[in-house]
């Protein structure tokens, strides 16, 4: 039975340590890979405090699940009783973590929601420039509108009272809201002319139907997006948890055997 309880222990930790590893991954990705680093750059409002305790909460969560998927294995390979107790006791405060973190994001939601609205519709309002430009923020718009196939942040009448259609008074929209082919950087759109035939006076076709125009805004498809995976998060969520109370079990049981036949040695 013990042998069985270790070689669950060990492959459990060993996924942990996989997790841990692959968050961190993901973290250094996103820093440093720029269609990433341009979708926080629009989306993440880094001068709110709460945005700053979710980053270091999932962050310290990434590097302590490598640390514990490492102790967890050494522990059952060693049959080290205080090594196991330490991880049980981290793998608890992971739980509380965890808890803290959905609470949060419960608490603020409204606020967060609200924030990311109002830092959007100011970036596309007086920071976007154009399609051609090389700063961070109108590549990130860029890239972002091909990819997600939207435009604006509510929809393309955004840009009705923009400073890139006070510019550009014959775009009532930025080409990159149009259908694309390619990239962002060295794409082109499939029709402009008739893309901005759709957008000119910001009402929807007599038919209701855009062919050339993608009018949803980028705030409506990252919202409806994350509304529609909603149960498959929460389901991620319950299952991590639930795995690791499973770890604090079998910890505190191999700790309590390696205990007692340590005593009898």
């Not at 596309?124 to 890239?143: H, Q, R, V």
């Amino acid at each position: 039975m013990d042998s069985c309880v270790k070689t669950l222990m060990f492959i459990f930790n060993f996924i942990i340590w996989l997790a841990g590893a692959a968050i961190l991954i993901i973290g250094i990705v996103v820093a440093v890979n720029n269609p990433f680093k341009n979708y926080f750059t629009v989306t993440i409002n880094f001068n709110q405090a709460y945005w700053i305790v979710v980053l270091v909460i999932i962050f310290a969560t990434a590097a302590i699940l490598v640390a514990i998927g490492f102790l967890g294995c050494c522990g059952a390979c060693k049959e080290n009783s205080c090594m196991l107790k330490m991880y049980a006791a981290i793998l608890f405060i992971l739980i509380a973590l965890e808890i803290v973190g959905i609470v949060l994001i419960a608490v603020f939601h409204n606020q967060i929601q609200q924030d990311l609205e109002s830092n959007m519709l100011n970036q596309t309002t007086a920071s976007y420039f154009n399609e051609t430009s090389n700063d961070a923020l109108s590549i990130a718009w860029n890239e972002m509108m091909v990819d997600l196939q939207c435009c604006g942040v509510m929809s393309y009448v955004d840009w009705s009272t923009s400073q890139y259609h006070a510019k550009y008074t014959n775009n009532p929209v930025p080409a990159t809201c149009c259908r694309w082919n390619g990239d962002a950087i060295t794409g082109s759109p499939v029709n402009l002319s008739n893309c901005y035939v759709e957008a000119k006076g910001y009402t929807a076709p007599a038919n209701g139907t855009f062919v050339d125009l993608h009018p949803t805004g980028c705030y409506t498809t990252i919202e409806n997006t994350l509304i529609n995976n909603k149960t498959i998060v929460i389901a991620i969520l319950a299952a991590v948890a639930g795995a690791m109370l499973l770890g604090i079990f079998a910890a505190c049981c191999l700790a309590k055997t390696f205990s007692g036949s340590n005593a009898y040695a």
